[in-house]
């Protein structure tokens, strides 16, 4: 198959190295010169495990290419894939600026290329409320196509289920593959795409598959909530949350499933935090109460204010810091509403000496929507962060290890590590 992907970034970027790595050409598009020329020097913009390699390999075999520009790249394409975000907006709802402006491109790239013998399969990967394929995407492909629209485009709905640490194995092992059409009837360039990947198949209408990602996204958000606020109250109460929760989720029958339902960090990344938000704005729109989902995310915030306290508990003003991981997951550099950022925000406001130590993330690298978000909420980041020598050499009253990247430390017998990341 020949691929396109729109929007380079964590999605986009791993679907590009994944289908590559099946023997599928890919196109890479997207708005950043610095990212574009960092993929065709086979540098990767994201630190995700396996894809430096994936991405090696692919430049090599000349089966990745990556350009600002759609050009002609569409005409003799398979297939094109919409990875580009939706930012929250003010009010939780989705800023769906991006979308429209992709679809109006690749409308108008279709249009230039002249009338297809096979339709052009669009699958829009991006997070989008319900109602966005047939309100939004279908008709600015009408609009510029006309007539043509029905005969040279697709329009498929397929959201992405990779978690940031893992995103290689869940893009070839994800937990299910859902599709929406505008019939509920499967997509040939799709059913090619994903013909060596086993996992259960929903084929469906648009708005049962847009809105699985808000369900499952606040679901996890749920269970990290729920578990949170228990293991506060057991630390309130001088009860051992670890052994609560060893009770707990050894009921598999009906109590679901261990992943998320610990206690331990808030939640945070690219996904729930934002999913949450727009759930609450559907909610809302629609008139429906939603007291749970309204909240998960005050109820966040409380729980990293109390990782806080029980990170400096007994601690003097002043005192030397290392953190250990600043990104929302070990072995990543995303940093959008991670809660380790905010941990780092509220050591230095509370007069904390704080250095970070995470090698995963190089703050001069930091582009987009990721270095947005740490100009606004840590811009002392880059002063602050040291390497493996320094974090090594002691010297500090504690180490708040925020997630696994305190097992690449080799620490002194007897260094007092308080991880907030599993509670006691």
Known sequence: MKVAIFGLGYVGFTAMCCIASEGSSVIGIDVSERKVQEIRSKKPP?????????????????????????????????LAIVCV?????PDGSHNMDYIANVARQIAEAVKRGGAREVPLAVAFRSTVRPGTMEEL??????MVLG???ARDVEIVYNPEFLREGSAVKDYFAPPKIVL????????????ALNA??????????YREAEITKFVDNTWHAVKVTFANEIGRACLNLGISAQKVHEIFVSDTKLNISPYYMRPGGAFGGSCLPKDVRALQYLAADSGAAVQLVDS???????????????AVEGLAPGARILLAGVAFKAGTDDLRESPNVDLARKLLAAGFDLEIFDPAVDASKLIGANLGYVYKTLPALQKILVGKER??????????????????????DGVDIRDIGSLP
């Open 180 to 191: 929406g059409t505008r019939d509920g009837a499967p997509n040939a360039a799709m059913e």
């Open 85 to 89: 975000g939706t930012p929250s907006a």
């Open 296 to 310: 998960l995310l005050r109820s966040n915030e409380a729980h990293k204010h109390r990782l806080f306290e029980y």
């Open 46 to 78: 994201i630190v995700e495990p396996g894809l430096a390699d994936l991405l090696v390999d692919g430049v090599d075999a000349g089966r990745i290419r990556a350009s600002t520009e759609i050009g002609g790249e569409l005409d003799d394409t398979d």
């Open 137 to 142: 995407v279908w008709p600015i492909f009408e």
């Open 147 to 149: 007539e043509a629209a």
């Open 391 to 412: 974090a090594e050499a002691g010297g500090y009253d504690r180490v708040i290890a925020a997630n696994a990247t305190v097992k690449a430390l080799a620490l002194a």
């Open 196 to 205: 060596n990947i086993e996992a259960p198949v929903f084929v469906t209408r």
